[in-house]
């Protein structure tokens, strides 16, 4: 697949109908296509939860970042941190990372490539694929990993984006929701003790915490109550 291919299929993914992690799965699949000599592919995001491989293509890519993650180095967190491109020709003599040229050789990783992913300010990630011979990745995979890179991150970006602006909707939605029962609640409240509002919004405050529930919880059932025959 060439890039013209790959930035068609990237622009073809629909974020509405989409969730985020099938985005990163999406991307994943198409770097291994896109990659020459790629056997496994996997993506990286770190955020304030710190690193998780958040799609990949097979197992071996996802043993090699956990071991990454949990022993806090490896190539793939040094092209997330750095925003740049890490090559390990040849992981049985790689010595940058102790421990992990043996990991990875035990999951049949012989050489590897991770390509940071400039995504937004809080939130880093990478793009990692893994080769089962050394020197798998030439100058030109390379260039393309990176080309693959800079689209794939705009990619992830905007579902980003789309899925937190989509979130946000929903936490408001279901805010105004609340505030229409508590409203409500208030209403039969008044109604029945012949107070004012802010007395009306004490006795709903008192209920919630005293039977250790959410306000709004308290206020729709107050509504129900209302509406029995």
Same mark, same amino acid.
């Given at each position: 697949?060439?890039?013209?291919? /790959?930035?068609?299929?990237? @622009?073809? %993914?629909?974020?509405?109908?989409?969730?985020?992690?099938?985005?990163?799965? *999406?991307?994943?699949?198409?770097?291994?296509?896109?990659?020459?000599?790629?056997?496994?592919?996997?993506?990286?995001? %770190?955020?304030? @939860?710190?690193?998780?491989?958040?799609?990949?293509?097979?197992?071996?890519?996802?043993?090699?970042?956990?071991?990454?993650?949990?022993?806090?180095? @490896?190539?793939?967190?040094?092209?997330?941190?750095?925003?740049?491109?890490?090559? /390990?020709?040849?992981?049985?003599?790689?010595?940058?990372?102790?421990?992990?040229?043996?990991?990875?050789?035990?999951?049949?990783?012989?050489?590897?490539?991770?390509?940071?992913?400039?995504?937004?300010?809080?939130? %880093? @990630?990478?793009?990692?694929?893994?080769?089962?011979?050394?020197?798998?990745?030439?100058?030109?995979?390379?260039?393309?990993?990176?080309?693959?890179?800079?689209?794939?991150? /705009?990619?992830?970006?905007?579902?980003?984006?789309?899925?937190?602006?989509?979130?946000?909707? *929903?936490?408001?939605?279901?805010?105004?929701?609340?505030?229409?029962? %508590?409203?409500?609640?208030?209403?039969?409240?008044?109604?029945?003790?012949?107070?004012?509002?802010?007395?009306?919004?004490?006795?709903?405050? *008192?209920?919630?915490?005293?039977?250790? *529930?959410?306000?709004?919880?308290?206020?729709?059932? /107050?509504?129900?109550?209302?509406?029995?025959?």
């Amino acid at each position: 697949m060439d890039t013209t291919d /790959v930035i068609r299929e990237l @622009g073809r %993914i629909d974020l509405g109908e989409t969730c985020l992690d099938g985005v990163m799965a *999406r991307v994943a699949a198409l770097a291994k296509e896109t990659v020459p000599g790629a056997y496994e592919v996997s993506v990286t995001l %770190i955020r304030d @939860g710190g690193p998780r491989t958040v799609a990949h293509t097979g197992e071996p890519a996802e043993r090699v970042d956990r071991w990454q993650y949990a022993n806090h180095h @490896g190539p793939c967190l040094d092209a997330a941190a750095d925003r740049k491109t890490v090559l /390990v020709d040849d992981v049985a003599a790689e010595r940058r990372w102790p421990g992990w040229s043996q990991h990875a050789g035990s999951v049949g990783v012989c050489s590897a490539l991770s390509v940071g992913l400039p995504i937004r300010d809080h939130v %880093i @990630g990478a793009v990692n694929v893994y080769a089962t011979s050394s020197r798998a990745f030439d100058d030109d995979a390379v260039r393309l990993a990176e080309t693959f890179a800079e689209y794939a991150a /705009v990619a992830l970006a905007n579902a980003d984006l789309y899925h937190s602006a989509a979130a946000l909707a *929903r936490q408001m939605e279901a805010a105004m929701e609340s505030r229409a029962v %508590i409203e409500q609640a208030k209403g039969i409240i008044m109604s029945q003790r012949r107070c004012g509002p802010d007395e009306a919004f004490t006795i709903l405050s *008192r209920a919630s915490q005293s039977a250790n *529930r959410k306000l709004r919880d308290v206020a729709a059932a /107050v509504v129900e109550r209302a509406h029995r025959p």
